[in-house]
């Protein structure tokens, strides 16, 4: 079995291959040059696996291709998949994710956009309607942005439950709902925001990422903007994680695909400063769910070392051994074969990278 590494950048997206057990690579690419990719999405329920990519051409503006043959053709519809009707008055900007539902819905496909907004398509990614009630929230209003816009950047479907879903933005924080969509409550109790008046308010916080665990889906963990968090209730409640590791600024945050309690984080210094801590390349991991962190740095980048990892530029495989995955700011992508126990380079000079997404196929 092949697997496939998608690499979006800031001037297209690039797709590496390895069928020799991620020892070594080929890349290809750059597809849809001169756009900016900012999610890829592989879904994998179908018989042959359907790659999903964020297109954003400043010419044409923001559309959704897709690709049955892992990138050897395209997809590209001749009207805007993802729009906004036109009483909210809104305009999309980009899609900020992509989610494949549980396998009790195989054609449901969700995206999160800027403006903070999730669309729900029914026929495995082609078309997508807004979900009215998230948009229509009374707190919308009051919704801010983050340095990267205002967007909802993490979706997780529940993977058992077909009527539950998170998602989180920057700003914003965290919204649950437990009716299939129907309505949709904040949950942030414990994730503080320093940057505002109130520093633990109902929402508001600039919340980085969410990842769930891989086998207790009502475990999930936050990067935040300065906070590292965890739940054991279904995102009622976080408590910090952050103790053991360098500093609390970052943005990916990684679950391990079959193994529980084991998470992956690149912290930086802080907001103002956004350079990897001591300037050294590492990926910090914990085994217990966040409760102690290590370093990750065998055959990474010797110091000093400034470039950085957003926060969908971080992700593991479903292999076993895991394989970990992440791209950074100048252009580089590195992966560990063995969960991060080691690093090989995959690419350089690549473009910015702002997305990267793994799958055995």
Known sequence: MATLLAIGTGKGLFLATSDDGRRSWRVD?????????????????????RVLASVTSSHFGPSVATSDDLGRSWQEPDYAPVAFPEDTGATLTRVWQFAPASAAEPDVVYAGTQPSALFRSVDGGATYELIRELWDHPHREQWGAGFGGQAIHTVLPH???????????????????????????????????????????????????????????????????????????????????????PSDFGFPMVAHPSRAGVIYNFPLVRDGERFPVDRRCRVFR???????????????????????????????????????YFGTRSGEVYASRDEGDSWSQVAAHLPDVLCVRAAEV
């Open 29 to 49: 690419g750059p597809h849809f040059p001169m756009t900016a990719i900012y999610a890829v999405g592989i879904d994998r329920r179908r018989a042959a696996p």
């Open 159 to 245: 993977p058992d439950d077909p009527a539950r879903m998170l998602v989180a933005m920057s700003t914003g924080g965290v919204y649950r709902t437990a009716d299939a969509g129907h309505s949709w409550a904040p949950s942030n109790t414990g994730i503080r925001a320093y940057f505002l008046p109130d520093e633990w308010p109902e929402f508001g916080q600039c919340v980085h990422k969410v990842a769930r665990d891989a086998t207790d889906p009502d475990r999930l963990y936050a990067q935040n903007h300065h906070g590292v968090y965890r739940s054991d209730d279904s995102g009622s409640s976080w408590s910090s994680i952050a103790d053991g590791l």
């Open 286 to 324: 914990s085994a217990d769910a966040g409760k102690s962190w290590e370093p990750l740095a065998e055959g990474l980048p010797t110091e000093p070392y400034y470039p950085s990892v957003l926060r969908d530029a971080m992700c593991a495989d479903g292999a076993d051994p895991a394989g970990v």
